[in-house]
């Protein structure tokens, strides 16, 4: 599958300041979802999208899925120490395995 | 719901070696598993999708002799790495769909250290 483009590669922030990144795809995605990844463990779901111009929230976290289907954006308020792992775009095609973003790395400093 | 586990969480192993991971859904089926493999400081990339009853199907450069996959049962799928050497050092992880829109769940990965 291919790989998706996710931007920033690395932010490091202060807490309590938002943050924002964003995905793009060549091609469309039926769902986009967002994980988030800590050391030595595995990927955790923190937010799905399911239909072009969706807007979710969950908790501090608010992801919007993409117009043309091709892209999402991940937003973080009010950032906290804990925020801190990598996050990954994913996008699937029902059913089917997901195509991952390269991570956004999140340090945030108390 | 929804909890994927594997097992062992990490193992060393010598060179020439095979060894088993196994990856179970706790609390639904899963007809799909995925397992993917991630080194330091990248993204995931998909090996291969197991598939419960049938065989498994492998990505494009993936060996499927030398990653044996098991799906042997809806809830337990198990990657077997044969003949294992130092590139094959990885963190392998596994997942299954769940829910309406069958979203991904992951296990906490296996630490595979080839030595």
């Known amino acids: 599958g291919q790989q998706l483009n996710q931007s920033p590669q690395s932010m490091f922030i202060q807490e309590g300041e938002d943050v924002s990144m964003n995905c793009t795809s060549s091609s469309i995605f039926n769902t986009w979802l967002w994980y988030k990844q800590e050391p030595g463990e595995g990927p955790v779901l923190l937010i799905a999208?399911?239909?072009?111009?969706e807007l979710t929230s969950n908790g501090r976290l608010t992801a919007q899925f993409g117009i043309t289907r091709k892209d999402s954006f991940l937003n973080i308020s009010a950032s906290i120490p804990s925020d801190v792992g990598i996050y990954f775009c994913a996008g699937q095609l029902a059913g089917y395995a997901l195509n991952f973003g390269k991570g956004t790395s999140l340090l945030v400093t108390p | 719901g929804a909890v994927v586990s594997q097992h062992p969480s990490w193992v060393i192993c010598k060179s020439g070696t095979s060894v088993k991971i196994e990856c179970r859904s706790l609390?639904?089926?899963?007809?799909?598993m995925f397992w993917y493999r991630q080194f330091p400081k990248q993204s995931l990339m998909l090996m291969a999708t197991?598939?419960?009853?049938?065989?498994?199907?492998?990505e494009q450069g993936v060996e499927k002799d030398k990653f044996l996959i098991n799906h042997a049962s809806l809830t337990l799928s198990t990657l077997t790495v044969t003949s294992a050497h130092p590139e094959d050092s990885s963190f392998y992880i596994c997942?299954?769909?769940?829910?309406?829109?069958?979203?991904?769940?992951f296990g906490p990965g296996t630490r595979l250290t080839v030595t």
């Open positions: 609390d639904f089926q899963a007809t799909t």
């Open positions: 197991s598939n419960e009853g049938s065989k498994a199907t492998y």
């Open positions: 999208l399911y239909k072009a111009g």
């Open positions: 997942s299954a769909p769940w829910g309406a829109l069958y979203e991904q769940y």
